[in-house]
């Protein structure tokens, strides 16, 4: 399918200016100030982009994508995934993982929901493990399950410093981390390990003395949750400024803002005025897994359900409430969990990236086209289901 978008100003996420795009199959194939003349003898999808800023596809790097939760009993395991959610938050590109229950939530399941959702036409991917250390894995090994599953792109959500992890020893999550690494490195993928923080004390103190004592870089570990209270928010800027990677989770509920977490969208301006490296700074949704609020005996109270379509909102939140400029506030869910996950083709508009792009109202900034490899999914808010 050949789509050719006219003048339409683009956020690659930096601004470039307004441009004509020309997709060929599922690759950007030109993007410049020519307008080719297409006569040609098959069909071509012109859309005129005028009223349109051109985005690149989203990236949610931490979904529940087959459901999660439990925390309060069977009854209160989550659902998984549906299209049409995903689409209507304009991600192309998804990092499913398991959570607190990794014993009725397989890894099997896990990769099935993956393959499922790429025949139906997003780029996905999946952690292999849990909450818990040691892992549930695939093929019974960390290092086999990145090496030898093209799905497999890093370990987690591991968590650490919460009352539902399992407690485990800092030697186990150096072995976990080196062992991902390795497995990436022979494998030419990230590795990289998603690391949940709880509201526990210890933080990020686990990955300061690996990265303190090992050889291990910073960089290996991708740690979520850093907004959901405020000690552990500040600590993230400092772990920031030594390099490290900081992800805030957009899926909230009003009761976490009032017990101190700090809004997604606003988290992005105060790292960016307290100097932290624009390309250090992460948003995932935490989509489908559950927000379990426990009382200060730890005992369950309720649980909401994450949403993927936070993921969006919290940047034009932040573009519209905090003032953060576009370019800043896109980096956080395109070029950025791109690096992070090593995913070369995604994360940018440019030549050969693979064609995975969001057109926004210019004025409202809200999602009204949404193109994944090439497909489009969704037309002028329309979701275009293909049979
Ligand atoms: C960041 C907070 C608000 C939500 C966070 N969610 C998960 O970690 C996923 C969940 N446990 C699941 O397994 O589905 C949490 O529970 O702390
Ligand atoms: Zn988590
Ligand atoms: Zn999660």
């Not at 229950?101 to 399941?109: I, L, P």
């Amino acid at each position: 399918m050949l789509i050719f978008i006219k003048n339409i100003e683009v956020y690659s996420p930096e601004y470039k200016g307004k441009k004509n795009i020309l997709i060929l199959d599922d690759k950007i194939a030109y993007i410049g100030d020519d307008d080719i003349d297409l006569k040609l003898p098959f069909p071509v999808k012109v859309i005129d982009g005028s009223k349109y800023y051109a985005f690149p596809g989203f990236i949610d790097g931490h979904v529940h994508i087959t459901g999660g939760g439990g925390e309060g009993g069977f009854a209160t395991r989550t659902p998984e995934i549906v299209l049409s959610d995903i689409i209507k938050g304009g991600i192309t590109t998804i990092v499913g993982c398991l959570g607190t229950d990794g014993v009725t939530r397989s890894m099997e399941n896990l990769y099935a929901k993956a393959k499922a959702l790429e025949e139906e036409g997003v780029s996905t991917y999946i952690y292999t493990g849990s909450y818990r250390v040691p892992t549930t894995t695939l093929t019974g090994s960390v290092m086999k399950d990145i090496m030898m599953i093209d799905k497999v792109i890093g370990v987690g959500e591991v968590a650490l410093s919460d009352h539902r992890s399992s407690q485990p020893s800092i030697d186990e999550i150096k072995r976990l981390t080196a062992d991902a690494r390795v497995g990436g490195i022979l494998s030419k993928k990230a590795g990289v390990v998603n690391i949940h923080l709880g509201d526990g004390d210890r933080m990020l103190g686990y990955l300061k003395e690996i990265v303190d004592t090992t050889e291990i870089p910073i960089t290996q570990f991708w740690p979520t949750h850093i907004n959901r209270n405020p000690s552990l928010f500040k600590e993230g800027i400092e772990y920031a400024k030594k390099g490290g990677f900081i992800d805030f989770t957009t899926s909230s509920d009003p009761v976490f803002w009032e017990e101190g977490e700090v809004k997604a969208s606003r988290a992005i301006r105060i790292c960016l005025e307290e100097g932290v490296g624009e390309e250090n700074i992460t948003l995932t949704s935490d989509g489908q897994g559950s927000l379990p609020q426990f009382n200060e005996k730890g005992e369950f109270v309720k649980l909401g359900i994450g949403r993927v379509t936070s993921l969006y909102k919290e940047v034009r939140d932040a573009v519209l409430e905090d003032k953060v400029p576009i370019d800043k506030a896109l980096k956080c869910i395109t070029k950025n969990p791109a690096r992070i996950l090593k995913l070369n083709n995604k994360g940018r508009v440019d030549v050969n990236m693979d064609a995975d792009l969001v057109l926004v109202d210019k004025d409202s900034l809200e999602i009204e086209t949404v193109i994944a490899m090439g497909k489009i999914l969704m037309e002028d808010k329309n979701i275009l289901f293909r049979g």
